[in-house]
């Protein structure tokens, strides 16, 4: 099982970034995806989260109205795109696939990826 994050890096204030996470090793398609970010000194908050259909999504109200999630189930891959992105967005920002079936919750992390907002 491999969940590789990617498009991460430094951008000003207002500017934009597009993270990808490519999956292997599992049925994709059949998990909830969702993005995590971890800043220095705090705890891994969730982002935004998308089902396995791609048809409902949800967002922290920080990123409400400036990031987008969405997937392609024929790629395997899910993807945040960050506009707006404010000094406060820096952080790791970790890829997560989650599944809940039969009475098991079983879930994935990548590498995470870094990104980083200042002039």
């Known amino acids: 099982v491999q969940l590789v994050e990617s498009g991460g890096g430094l951008v000003q204030p207002g500017g934009s970034l597009r993270l990808s996470c490519t999956a292997s090793?599992?049925?994709?398609?059949?998990?909830?995806m969702s993005w995590y970010r971890q800043a220095p000194g705090k705890e891994r908050d969730l982002v935004a989260g998308?089902?396995?259909?791609?048809?409902?999504?949800n967002y922290a109200d920080s990123v409400k109205g400036r990031f987008t999630i969405s997937r392609d189930n024929a790629k395997n891959t899910v993807y945040l795109q960050m506009n707006s992105l404010k000094p406060e967005d820096t952080a790791v920002y970790y890829c997560?696939?989650?599944?809940?079936?039969?009475?098991?919750?079983?879930?994935?992390w990548g590498q995470g990826t870094q990104v980083a907002v200042s002039s």
């Open positions: 997560n696939a989650n599944r809940r079936r039969f009475g098991l919750n079983t879930n994935y």
């Open positions: 998308i089902t396995s259909a791609g048809d409902s999504t």
């Open positions: 090793g599992f049925t994709f398609s059949s998990y909830r």
